[in-house]
C-alpha cells in the first residue's frame, strides 16, 4: 500500500513564551510567520490556535492564560477555539498593554535622525509629503 505524502513541517517552531510583554511582538511574529511558511500542515484557524496554545511556557503567565484560553475551548459544545485573528486580538490586549505600546512609540519618537529626533523628522516629511500631494503608497515606499 502506497504512503500518501504528507506535508513536512518547515522552520523552527518558536521558543515558549512566558508571557513578558516585551517579547510579545517578537513570539507573535515568529508564531505568525511559522504557521505561514506550515500552511499546508495548519490549513484551519482550530489547527492553528491549539497548536499555538502549546507554545506558551507552564507555570508563567502566559502559560497560564494558554491554559485559560484552551479550557475555554475545549469547554465549548461542539469544541471551538475561535478564529486565527480573534486569537491575535486576545494575544495583543493580554500581552501588549497600552502603556508598553506608549512607551514603544515614545522610544521611536526619541530616536535619533541624523541631527533631530525622530518626531522633528516625520513632522518635516509629514509636511513636505503632504505639499507635493503624492497619494499614499508613494508616501510608504518613500518612507
Known sequence: MAQQNQPRILGTAPDPYDGSPEKASAFWNTLANYYTINDAVYATDTQKVSSALTYFKIGTPGGNWASDQMKAALDANPINYGTWNDF??????????????????????????????????????????RCTGVDEITKMWTF
Open 88 to 129: 491575535k486580538t486576545a494575544f495583543e490586549q493580554q500581552f501588549i498593554p497600552p502603556a508598553a505600546q506608549m512607551e514603544a512609540i515614545q522610544k521611536m519618537h526619541d530616536t535619533q535622525m541624523g541631527t533631530s529626533n525622530f518626531a522633528t523628522w516625520f513632522q518635516d516629511w509629514s509636511t513636505q509629503a
